[in-house]
Structures are given as structure tokens and as C-alpha cells.
């Protein structure tokens, strides 16, 4: 299993103020789901709490690396390679509610009693679509710049430039592809991202991800929009974080989306793009420590209540 570069992660944990430490790195674990694929987790120790992470489309689960990090132990952190990404196995099925049925059975394989879920992007999707699976265990849920409504042109580019790259002799040379594409991004941070994204092979290095048929961008969409009816019925702590310099979502857009829940709140997070938890991880660990703190006082606030009836 290809892993991306240890030392590069440190470096850029330091240089981002956030404690690098050996023990707080991920081991990884396993599933078979309901369909038979075999899918992939990393699991970070930490506190009795659970943060299951969901990455976007063309990314993994190494995305939340930094995050995890930042969060310093505080909580578990569970971040899933969705199907036909990262280390999960390839499928026919990658719809979103096969991938939504997938973070049931994660909690259940874990044994999770209570969840607090944390969607970026595409797993932002996955994440309002598997919440009311989840029932009662789900404490809170997080979206990472993603709504019921999103400006899909922002991404265009990047989409183009991963349709169409090709296998190349080194990971850096992608990298210097992609980043004259997202030229904003910090290099060292771009070459982590692919060390985790690419594999080699007998062409060279290419992705991981399953790219045999284009993404069904209509389909994830349309389950986008879906959200707007979902969001009334999900009645824990919601939090949307928009990256400030993202325009796949506006400021109004993401208002409106968060007011859709009865325990909704929004958070711009300045200095982030799209990839909110690689451009700023500290701030969104801070953001997601708030989160951790409202579902507990309203975990309380339940509890009194049922005591004093």
C-alpha cells in the first residue's frame, strides 16, 4: 500500500504551528461492504468521541491528515476511503446512497454508539445523506464547503486538468501540472496530496481512483438538492464552513443552507479554498472543537430534560 512521505507531513505540520507527533499517525483498517467491495479507513487515536471524515471526489483519505493532527487527540478520528478512492477497492455501484450505506456500516463495524460526521465536498453529500441513517448515534454534522447548491463551473479546471492527465515518471511531475492549475496552493502541500492520490504502474504513476467511467456529476447533484428536504429532519448540531477564497459556494447560498436546520450554524474559514482541511487545519479543528462542544451542551440539555419529566 502506497503511503505518502512521513517527513513531509511533519514539515508541514510544523510550519503550520501544529504539534507533529509519531504516536498520534494513523494505523490502518479494513471492511467488507454489504456488495463485497473491501474498503479502507484511517484511524487516529483520541478521546471517547468519533469524528468519521468523508473526503471529496478525486481525494482520499489522507486529506484530513493535518486536521487529525491539529485536533491534537482531543477526538477519534475515522476518515473512510470512499469507494473507488484511495485504498478502497474499486466498484460498479457509486452512487450516493451505496456510499451513504457505506458510513453505516463503518459505524457499525466500529461499534460506534454515537458519530459525529464531517462531509467535504462530494463526502458532504455522502455525510447529509448517511445522517439520518444514523439515527439517534449522530451528535453532529459537519459540511465542508458544499451545500444543497454549488456553484459546479468553480471547479471546472481542476476537473479538466484530472480527466485529463495522464500517467507520468514522477509524482512531482503532476504536481507541477496541477499546480498551474491551483497555483495558490502551498507546493509541498500539492506534492502530499498526490504522493496519497497516485500508484505506480507499468506506464508510470496514476491515480488510484477508479477513473474506468467518468464521475456522474448529474446524479451527485441532484442528491445535493435533496438536501434541502433532509436538512428539517436532522436535529443535531449542524455546522457548513465555507473556505473564504472557495467560490463553489456564495455567502448567501451558504446561509440559506445552514438556516435549513433547525440546529444549523455556518463559519467562513479566511485562507481556504475549496480543500478547506489542508489549505487551514487549525482553524477547522478549532471550528470542529466548537461543534464537539455545542452537541455536548445540547446532549445535556436532552438529558436534564428527560430527568426532570
Known amino acids: 500500500m502506497a503511503v505518502p512521505s512521513v517527513a513531509l507531513l511533519e514539515k508541514l505540520a510544523l510550519a503550520r504551528a501544529i504539534p507533529f507527533k509519531p504516536e498520534r499517525l494513523p494505523r490502518s483498517g479494513w471492511l467488507r461492504a454489504s456488495d463485497g467491495v473491501r474498503l479502507h479507513y484511517l484511524d487516529w487515536p483520541g478521546g471517547s ?148 492520490l497516485l500508484k505506480p504502474g507499468a506506464e508510470g504513476f496514476g491515480w488510484k481512483a477508479d477513473r474506468r467511467v467518468p464521475v456522474d456529476f448529474p446524479h451527485i447533484l441532484a442528491r445535493l438538492a435533496q438536501l434541502t428536504d433532509l436538512a428539517p429532519l436532522v436535529e443535531c448540531p449542524v455546522l457548513v464552513v465555507k473556505g473564504g477564497r472557495s467560490r463553489v459556494l456564495t455567502q448567501a447560498g451558504l446561509e440559506a443552507f445552514a438556516a435549513g436546520f433547525p440546529a444549523g450554524r455556518w463559519v467562513v474559514i479566511p485562507g481556504a479554498g475549496h480543500n478547506v482541511q489542508e489549505d487551514q487545519p487549525a482553524a477547522l479543528a478549532l471550528a470542529l472543537k466548537d461543534v464537539l462542544a455545542a452537541s455536548a451542551a445540547a446532549g445535556f440539555l436532552t438529558q436534564t430534560k428527560r430527568d426532570g419529566e
Do not use: K
Request: glycine share 8%.
Open 49 to 196: 468521541e468519533t469524528l468519521v471524515l468523508l473526503h471529496g471526489g478525486a481525494l482520499s483519505a489522507h486529506t484530513f491528515d493535518l486536521l487529525a493532527l491539529a485536533l491534537g487527540g482531543a477526538v477519534r478520528c475515522v476518515a473512510l476511503d470512499l469507494r473507488g478512492h484511495g485504498e478502497s477497492e474499486w466498484a460498479d455501484d457509486y452512487s450516493v446512497e451505496r456510499s451513504a450505506g457505506d458510513v453505516l456500516q463503518l459505524a457499525n463495524h466500529l461499534g460506534l454508539t454515537t458519530v459525529h460526521l464531517v462531509g467535504m465536498s462530494l463526502g458532504g453529500c455522502v455525510a447529509g445523506h448517511a445522517a439520518l441513517a444514523l439515527g439517534s448515534r449522530l451528535q453532529s454534522l459537519t459540511f465542508i464547503d458544499v451545500a444543497n447548491a454549488v456553484n459546479f463551473e468553480a471547479s471546472a479546471r481542476m476537473r479538466a486538468f484530472i480527466e485529463a492527465a495522464r500517467p507520468v515518471a514522477r509524482v512531482e511531475d503532476l504536481v507541477r501540472q496541477a499546480l498551474a492549475v491551483s497555483p495558490a496552493t502551498d507546493p509541498d502541500l500539492m506534492l502530499y496530496r498526490y504522493q496519497a
